[in-house]
């Protein structure tokens, strides 16, 4: 997720609508659904975007093989 930013110094260029950014943060979750933003530096964005990426893939390989086991013991129940 990437942001743009308001400084609240006076007479900065943000004030009149040309907002600093932008600005990568990381959204990780917390107990209770609450989410918290983590800035990520410049240098570490595209490491940081492979590991998400690598995070939805293995997210996605371990849905795939609860959904497997989830069958398996259904298939158990009925016999």
Do not use: F
Not at 30 to 48: M, Q, S
Not at 49 to 65: K, S
């Amino acid at each position: 997720m990437s942001q743009r930013r308001r400084c609240g110094k006076e007479g900065c260029r943000c004030q009149q609508g040309e907002l600093h950014g932008p600005y990568v943060y990381l959204a990780v979750g917390r107990a209770a659904g609450a989410r918290r933003l983590l800035y990520v530096p410049t240098e570490l964005v595209a490491a940081v975007r492979r590991h998400v990426a690598r995070t939805g893939r293995i997210d996605g390989a371990l849905a795939e093989i609860s959904a497997i086991n989830l069958e398996l013991v259904a298939r158990r129940a009925l016999d």
